[in-house]
């Protein structure tokens, strides 16, 4: 009998997506305290992560306020740019966008998702000036 490849974690590299495409996420303006653990505290609530990626600068090896952060499933990837923009982690609020790799945006699209508010996507200009002059 062949050795089973049934649900043992598999330390090979490959994950468990046959389509072979990597469903991560840019996490950036992360305060440079941030660890690893705090975002997979914030983010594991959305679905099961793979992979934490955090960047540093290769010549000093501090690191450079982003990460990418890799979902099992696609749906949670999307469900992470959909509401973990504009989160707060360490007093700032994180930015949360496809990363360049990512075919989520093509995922997105067809899904009908309007995520361009979160993208910045600046194919209109809204006149939405955030003066606090609300009118009283």
Request: charged residues 25%.
């Amino acid at each position: 009998l062949p050795p089973s490849s049934g649900n043992a974690p598999s330390s090979s590299g490959g994950g468990g997506n046959t389509s072979g495409q990597k469903h991560d996420i840019f996490v950036g303006n992360l305060a440079f305290s941030t660890t690893e653990e705090q975002l997979y505290a914030a983010f594991s609530e959305l679905g099961r992560i793979i992979k934490i990626r955090m960047v540093s600068d290769l010549e000093t090896g501090k690191p450079r306020g982003f990460a990418f952060i890799e979902f099992e499933d696609p749906q949670a990837a999307l469900s992470a740019i959909r509401n973990m923009n504009e989160y707060e982690i360490n007093g700032r609020r994180i930015r949360v966008n496809f990363s360049n790799s990512s075919h989520l945006e093509t995922l997105a699209n067809q899904l009908g998702m309007d995520l361009s508010h979160v993208t910045g996507k600046k194919d209109r200009e809204n006149n939405n000036n955030d003066d606090k002059s609300s009118g009283g």
